[in-house]
Structures are given as C-alpha cells and as structure tokens.
C-alpha cells in the first residue's frame, strides 16, 4: 500500500513561512500529479495547489497565489510547498496526495493516495 507521508507543519506566527514535504518512499511519483489539500475544522477539504509530472504550470487556489509555491524533485520522489505570507486562515491540516489523470485538477475525490497529513497552525 502506497503511503505518502507530510512533514514540515507547525506552528507560526502571522507573516511567517513554512515549508512541507511530502515523500513516498518506493512510490514512483514521476508520471503522476500531485497536490496539496487542507482541511481546518469544520470546513471541507480544499484543494491548495497541484503539480503535474512535467513541473509545467503549476495550479494554486486564488487564496494562497502569490504566496504559495509548488515544486517536485521527481529523483527524490518529494513534493514541496513553501508557504509564505501566513495568514491565520491558512491554518488546517495539509495533505498530499496523487493521481495519474484528473478531470478536476483539485477536486479530492479523485485523488488516489493520501498522506496522514500535517498541522499547520499560523497565530495572530
């Protein structure tokens, strides 16, 4: 069973940046696209920013563009996202997750792994 796993969450002050990752040890991640979702409590699951296979234009949600970066590294098999400029409702539970082909580029139920997710909390 594939299983991705996130790190890098924490807790920040507003302004701060953080930096996740997001590695599937012996998962091929080269022909798949990969994003980042996030869920705070009580709220659906959104996407934030996806990455296809080739690095080539990368999507992000009106609300993190201009502060967020997406970025692979295929020979490491990990995902990045920098995220700068935190704002207090950026706070959620991050997941990464993959598909091979996507109609919805970040409609989630059409992601096939998953990650366990990490906290990411900004204070005010």
């Known amino acids: 069973e594939v299983q991705f796993v996130e790190s890098g969450g924490g807790l920040v002050q507003s302004g701060g940046s953080l930096r996740l990752s997001c590695e599937a040890p012996?998962?091929?991640?080269?022909?798949?696209?990969i994003g980042w979702f996030r869920q705070a409590p009580g709220k659906e699951r959104e996407g934030v920013s996806c990455?296809?296979?080739?690095?080539?234009?990368?999507y992000y949600a009106d609300s993190v563009k201009g502060r967020f970066t997406i970025s692979r590294d295929n020979t490491k098999n990990t995902v990045y996202l920098q995220m700068n400029s935190l704002k207090p409702e950026d706070t959620a539970v991050y997941y990464c997750?993959?598909?091979?082909?996507?109609?919805?580029?970040?409609?989630?139920?059409?992601?096939?792994?998953w990650g366990q997710g990490t906290q990411v909390t900004v204070s005010s």
């Open positions: 997750a993959a598909v091979k082909l996507a109609i919805g580029l970040m409609n989630p139920y059409e992601y096939k792994f």
């Open positions: 012996g998962f091929n991640f080269n022909d798949y696209l």
């Open positions: 990455i296809g296979s080739d690095d080539d234009d990368p």
